[in-house]
């Protein structure tokens, strides 16, 4: 596992390493009020949706399961994690570096360093992993940077090695960083070996059973989902 003070460094570094750039876009005006429709799936990856669709943990459920028969095993939940583990290595060495790390956390799911990333209306050419046009907002006013400068403020106004929670509230887990969670040396290095050796743990959890595969309907609702569930069927008197 990894501590709080490893954490903390390595989302400070990212803080101020450019990363890959934001397609911001202004958002409609009653969506502000609206929690982010986001889930991020046991291996990291962040799935996002607008606040009025479905939460997105059924596109990562779909995308998983290989052979569509509504049952993901283990062999796709861990191919799952393969798949991201691949676009997350960059230069192809097996090793997910702290560069990579950075890329990571700021490019891809700035949920972590504690931005908000809601999918806006628009549709179009988005932020990676986003689908549709999606914006990044600190929980103070703010965005940011389109060209992937530094945002306003050097650290997030709550930091997960100050809340504790970082990607928790989006995932089945409480991993604030699912990416280093697998950094098993903790030295900042996350192999491929481990990385699916966690995987293999977090398909262990979801199954207590022992079924040997999973189905939607009996996965746990993250903190995100019962938000945006609420929200949905109470709109802005939630």
């Given amino acids: 596992m990894f501590s709080r003070r490893q954490i903390g460094r390595s989302l ?6 450019g ?27 962040p799935f996002r949706a ?9 596109a990562w459920f ?6 569509g028969d509504g049952k993901l095993d283990r062999t796709e939940f861990v191919a799952d994690a393969e798949t991201f583990f691949k676009a997350l290595d960059v230069n192809g060495d097996g090793v ?4 990579e790390v950075s890329r990571y956390e700021r490019g891809i799911a700035p949920e972590i360093l504690g931005y908000t990333v809601k999918v806006s209306a628009r549709t179009g050419p988005g ?31 709550h930091d997960i090695d100050e809340s504790a929670q970082g990607a928790s509230p989006y995932g089945f887990f409480f991993e604030p960083e699912p990416v280093m969670a697998a950094d098993e040396n ?24 022992g079924v040997g595969y999973l189905t939607l ?3 746990p609702k993250t903190q995100a989902q019962l938000k945006v569930e609420r929200y949905q069927r109470h709109g802005h008197r939630s």
């Fill in 96 to 99: 997910i570096d702290p560069r």
């Fill in 50 to 58: 607008k606040p009025t669709d479905p939460y997105p943990v059924a």
């Fill in 186 to 209: 903790l030295n900042g290095y996350i192999r491929k070996a481990g990385f699916l050796r966690l995987a293999g743990r977090h398909f262990d959890r979801l199954d207590p059973d």
């Fill in 12 to 17: 400070a570094a990212a803080a101020l390493i």
């Fill in 127 to 157: 932020g990676l992993y986003g689908g549709r046009i999606w914006k990044a907002q600190m929980d103070k006013p703010g965005a940011i940077d389109p060209g992937g400068g530094e945002p306003p403020e050097a650290r997030p106004p």
């Fill in 62 to 67: 779909k995308e998983a399961d290989k052979n």
């Fill in 19 to 45: 990363g890959l750039g934001f397609s911001a876009a202004a958002a409609p005006a009653d969506d502000d009020d609206a929690p982010a429709n986001v889930f991020i799936s046991p291996c990291g990856k």
């Fill in 217 to 219: 309907a009996k996965l």
